[in-house]
C-alpha cells in the first residue's frame, strides 16, 4: 500500500431528512480539514495498594471541527455541488439549523455526523485570497462510512 494524496478529500452537508436518506451536496472551496476523532479522557483509578498511578479511558472529547474554504462571489450552485459556500452556511448559522454532515476522503473513508455551524471571515491583507472558517458542534457521534 502506498501513500496517497489528500486531493479529493469533500465536505459534504444536508438538511435532517424527515424519513429517508439525507441528500447532500458537496462544499465548493474547502482546502484544510481539522484532525477528526479525539483523544479519550483519563480517568484516575490509581488504590492505595497500586505502586503506579492508574487509568482507564474515559469519554471522547472532539472538541469543535474547524474547515477552511476559499471564499467564492456570485457563483451559481448545482444539483450536486454548493459553491457559494459562505452564503449559503451564513444561512445555516443564522436560522440555527442542525445539519447532516458527510466528509469523505480520497480513499473512500470518511465520517458523518450532525450538527450546527459557524462561519468567520478570516484575516485579509494585500494580494491575499479571501477565506473563512467553518466551526461545526457536534451533536452526535461522528460515524465511519
Not at 500500500?1 to 474547502?30: C, H, Q, R, W
Not at 459562505?86 to 450532525?114: C, H, V
Request: glycine fraction near 8%; hydrophobic fraction near 30%; charge should be negative.
Amino acid at each position: 500500500m502506498s501513500e496517497f494524496n489528500s486531493k479529493g478529500t469533500i465536505l459534504s452537508v444536508a438538511p435532517v431528512p424527515t424519513s429517508g436518506d439525507p441528500t447532500y451536496k458537496k462544499l465548493y472551496g474547502l482546502f484544510t480539514v481539522p484532525e477528526m476523532g479525539g483523544t479519550p479522557e483519563h480517568i484516575d483509578v490509581t488504590n492505595l495498594e497500586d505502586s503506579i498511578k492508574r487509568n482507564i479511558l474515559g469519554i471522547q472529547d472532539t472538541g469543535t471541527l474547524d474547515f477552511e474554504f476559499y471564499a467564492t462571489e456570485s457563483e451559481v450552485d448545482t444539483d450536486t455541488q454548493i459553491r457559494d459556500t459562505w452564503d449559503i452556511l451564513r444561512g445555516y448559522q443564522t436560522a440555527g439549523n442542525t445539519m447532516m454532515w458527510k466528509l469523505i476522503y480520497p480513499d473512500s473513508e470518511g465520517f458523518t455526523w450532525k450538527g450546527k455551524c459557524s462561519v468567520r471571515r478570516q484575516s485579509v491583507g494585500v494580494n491575499n485570497a479571501v477565506k473563512f472558517t467553518l466551526t461545526v458542534g457536534l451533536e452526535t457521534e461522528l460515524t465511519d462510512i
